[in-house]
């Protein structure tokens, strides 16, 4: 499955964006489906996974309640919904596709990656 993420770009603090992910070459409702981020420097870190049937979500403690996942399987298309923004959430973001969805938090066990988008808030 190929997947482009977009909808990233500069915003205030406090400030909101929500990017897409959008799929295709396979069935996008077979897999399983993760954010994750990667600031300068820094490792790539997990933000939040979202089930095949979008019954269950997971997100990272620094995200919990201000970013919400989802997932519209019949546009084959994944969001990540950013609220109340802040400098340190900073970083390319990726979304990711995996078929067995066993480690969610792992970046080294998603088999499909986007090539990424730019999220730049300012203070």
């Known amino acids: 499955v190929q997947l482009v993420e977009s909808g990233g770009g500069l915003v205030q603090a406090g400030g909101s964006l929500r990017l897409s992910c959008a799929a295709s070459?396979?069935?996008?409702?077979?897999?399983?489906m993760g954010w994750f981020r990667q600031a300068p420097g820094k490792e790539r870190e997990f933000v939040a996974f979202?089930?095949?049937?979008?019954?269950?979500?997971l997100y990272s403690d620094s995200v919990q309640g201000r970013f919400t996942i989802s997932r519209d399987n019949a546009k084959n298309t994944g969001y990540l919904q950013m609220n109340s923004l802040k400098p340190e959430d900073t970083a390319v973001y990726y979304c990711?596709?995996?078929?067995?969805?066993?480690?969610?938090?792992?970046?080294?066990?998603?088999?499909?990656w986007g090539q990424g988008t730019q999220v730049t808030v300012s203070s």
């Open positions: 990711a596709a995996d078929l067995s969805g066993q480690y969610p938090i792992d970046a080294r066990k998603y088999d499909y």
């Open positions: 070459g396979r069935r996008f409702s077979n897999y399983f």
């Open positions: 979202i089930s095949k049937s979008a019954s269950s979500t």
